[in-house]
């Protein structure tokens, strides 16, 4: 243990601890507090709702989709931003923030009206029978589009730190591209791409703003589970709101976990090769 | 890479059409997603003509909205670089017990609803919450009011500036600061001419980053403000009320302020990038600082 010398401990700590605990901890603690109070059978029945089942499901659902989606296009898109020469590669890269950028309603209403049946993509969607404003597609978008930049920003760095020699030992061998990427640079690629799929899938389960204007927002078929606790609160379900806003927040605890663990996982297996 | 001697092209995935069809495909999908709704943004909020975008700014009601998130953004930005910085200090600087606990707590909100931040503060400060009726008593009003979206657009961004601070401090480590303390110099002289020179870009970065959300943050503030036009609608609010009033040119005439912000705030992130602010592969601040912790001997 080295000799501490610097000074401004207790003010630095004091400081963290009392905006931590006033800012973070005590209304986490105050949700907790008041989902705790309903008692197990009460609180049970609320989250196990159909109408609240059905939410989940919505929710998951269309998060595991928009992942899968952003997991072979943020891939791609970190491939050609790292491997390719091209004009405007800078202003691509640079516009991959965007949807961090940009504020959810604002988002939400842009998607809306380009999705929309009379939208400039929407239209033409809509003739050949796939509309999304307004359907679970359109969670699916929204859900997208805010956590598209994930993938991309987790993976980009690996793929510019992998080691030519590696492709060049599989091209001597006689491997294919495609077989040369399937089996020897995915799985250096994985940890990273698996880290970007758990935090790309936990922005997706708490999306609100950009989701709740270009879902239909209707109970058991377009409404999501923050849309739900919402709801409740409106209609001073209190007891309902808080429930319900306990299951978002357990969830938000373990993807936390998941995420920690597997961005661990991957800075370690980076650091290693 | 250059080409072999073959002129076979010496990378995978270097052949034409792969090229091609990938960065084709990469382009048109990002075109879709990303670029169609910008420009989408200016052409709804332009519809009307540039008289009608004038006159939807140079409403009472929108003025008073870009109002109040200047006013939410001027407090809590700086309170929350203020707790970046002091955090970062004590986790960096010190060993204590408990620290990658208090690191993770500080990162929660980053992974939280901000639904769920809204209905959390609803339970502290609501008539229904611990301290509402004390409040009421008193007469002290924090929701429905600037206070509550005050507090909701902190707790949303705690984690901006402390998650930048705190792996560039980890890894510039204590020698500086100690030596200048042991020079004799106090500690907010060390802080000021040994540490900020050292972090400044990074934590520009996190005040840039902190505030682009501050003002755009729509779901915590939405729960705790009570959306009263004219009096706690802030702008991304007001953006909803005008599109659910079916005045979507409005709509987006609001919409498009926030979205020269966000533009502003992607170049000036691309700026900061380039003086060596926000090492990308870090999206969790976490992950690096317990790593770092677990391998330190």
Known sequence: ?273 | MSASPSGKPSRVGDTPLVRRTLITLVLLVGAVLVLAPLIVIFAQAFSLGVGAFAATIAEPDTRHAIMLTVIVALIAVPVNTAFGLAAAWAVTKFDFPGKRLLIVIIEIPFSISPVVAGVAYLFVYGLQGVFGPALADANIQILFALPGIVLASMFVTAPFVARELIPLMQAQGRDLEEAATSLGASGWRTFWSVTLPNIRWALLYGVVLCNARVMGEFGAVSVVSGNIRGQTNTLPLHIELLYHDYQTAGAFAAASILTVLALVTIVAKVLLERQGAGRRSRVSVAAPVLLAEGQRP
């Open chain 1, 1 to 273: 243990m080295k000799r501490r010398v610097l000074p401004g401990l207790p003010l630095a700590l004091g400081i963290t601890l009392l905006y931590v605990g006033f800012i973070v901890a005590l209304p986490l603690g105050a949700l907790i507090y008041k989902a705790g109070t309903l008692g197990l059978e009460d609180y049970w029945r609320i989250v196990s709702s159909e109408r609240a089942v059905a939410s989940y499901r919505v929710t998951a659902g269309s998060a595991a989709i928009a992942t899968a989606f952003n997991l072979v296009f943020g891939m791609a898109l970190a491939w050609v931003l790292v491997r390719y020469q091209f004009p405007g590669k800078r202003l691509v890269d640079a516009i991959v923030d965007l949807p961090f950028a940009l504020p959810t309603a604002v988002a939400g209403i842009a998607l809306t009206t380009l999705f929309a049946a009379n939208g400039w993509l929407g239209s033409p969607l809509a003739s050949i029978g796939i509309p999304v404003a307004y359907t679970p597609l359109g969670i699916v978008v929204a859900m997208a589009f805010t956590s598209l930049p994930f993938i991309v920003r987790t993976v980009q760095p690996v793929l510019e730190d992998l080691d030519p020699a590696l492709e060049e030992a599989g091209q001597s061998l006689g491997g294919s591209d495609w077989t040369i990427f399937r089996q020897v640079m995915l799985p250096l690629l994985a940890p990273a791409l698996m880290a970007g799929v758990s935090l790309s899938f936990a922005r997706s389960l708490g999306e609100f703003g950009a989701i709740i204007f270009i879902a239909g927002n209707q109970p058991m078929s377009t409404e999501i589970t923050a849309l739900l606790a919402f709801i409740r609160l409106e209609e001073y379900d209190y007891q309902a709101a808080a429930a319900i806003a306990s299951v978002l927040l357990i969830t938000a605890f373990v993807m936390l976990a998941v995420t920690n663990f597997l961005q661990a996982r991957a800075l370690r297996y980076t650091q290693r090769s």
